[in-house]
Structure formats: C-alpha cells, structure tokens
C-alpha cells in the first residue's frame, strides 16, 4: 500500500463536476493498493497516519498529529501509485490490486480512519475525479 499525504489548508474532488468529498483543512491522501496488500497493512498504515505529526504545535515545531489538531481527511483512491514505467514509456498497472478487492481494501482503510478522525470524505472508487488543494507547507510525504 502506498498513501501521498498531503498536509492542506481545504481540498475538494469533483466527479463530473459535482463535489463528492471537501474538507476544510487537515490532510489529502492519494491511497494506492498494492497486489501484494492485505488487511493488516491497512491497519499500520492507518495508525501511521493518524498518529503522524506533521502539524504545528503553539512553538512552531511539527509535532501534532491530525488528531491533536481535529483535521480532517480526504481520501483519494488512486491505482496510479503503482505505475511500473522501468520498461518503455507505457506505464502498466500490474503491480496494483484487481479493482474488487482494491475497492474492498480501501473502503477498510477508509473505515479505520474513520474510527479515529471524525471528518474522513472520500472521492468514487474507479471514477474519473478531479482534486484541487491548497498545499500548506507545502507538506507531502509518501508512506508504504
């Protein structure tokens, strides 16, 4: 499983124009699940993202978490994390999940987010989505 964490002011995902998912501030997470992924990994990283301290505290220093700060979160499934491109300039998918199961996978890592975090929105599993953010920081990091 790969997540792009980026730490935002608002983001927004539209699916054929209409907003499906909008938070205010917090974190924008592109999630991709990998053919290899199972349960558990969904479970650490998970924990990992819940408890990552990439937000300010009163002195400045990143050293709050989205639960110490009441952020939301926008999760954006994204199987385009596992482009392969060492070969030609074609990417192929084959390192990603089969879509039942990628979808099964990211509705639980999904869930378990929203166990911790009040405010978890979500793009459509498989559409065509279009995100906008405001980057703050700018503040991205990749977690696997």
Do not use: H, W
């Amino acid at each position: 499983m790969k997540l792009v964490i980026q730490r935002v002011e608002r983001a927004n995902v539209k699916v054929d124009g209409e907003t499906v998912g909008e938070i205010s501030g917090g974190l924008l997470v592109l999630a991709g699940i990998g053919a290899e992924d199972s349960e558990a990994d969904c479970e650490r990283l998970a924990a990992k993202l819940i408890n990552l301290r990439i937000f300010s505290d009163s002195e400045g220093r990143t050293n709050l978490s989205i639960k110490d700060v009441g952020g939301e979160l926008l999760v954006i499934s994204q199987f385009t994390l596992y482009a392969d491109c060492r070969r030609g300039n074609r990417p192929n998918f084959l390192l990603a999940k089969e879509p039942n199961e990628a979808k099964r996978l990211y509705e639980y890592f999904t869930e378990l987010c929203r166990s911790e975090i009040p405010v978890v929105r979500t793009g459509v599993f498989g559409a065509e989505m279009k995100v906008e953010l405001l980057n703050d920081g700018p503040f991205t990091i990749i977690l696997e």
